[in-house]
């Protein structure tokens, strides 16, 4: 499994928090085992500080595309704001 981004991360925060998730392959694997069997509409979650901030991750699949999508916002993601990263999820 592999993290297509729809633009390459390029800032140092992209960077870092590209890293971070794509070291974490197989949670999101099982997240997406759990997203099926469940039949969720999306999974989000905010882990500990990375760097001393906080980022919202979030997964769900686009029936259009025919994709599951991942979205990454800085902070606890309370509104809608645009996410600083996205992609998806290559099998």
Known sequence: MKINWDKEPQKREEIVVAA?????????????DLYAQENLLAISWTPNPLNGNYYTYELKYHRHREK???NVWKGVRTGDALPILYGDIQF
Do not use: M, S
Not at 20 to 32: C, G, H, M, S, T
């Open 20 to 32: 971070y998730i794509e070291d974490k392959i197989i949670i999101l694997e099982n997240l997406l």
């Open 68 to 70: 599951y999508l991942i």
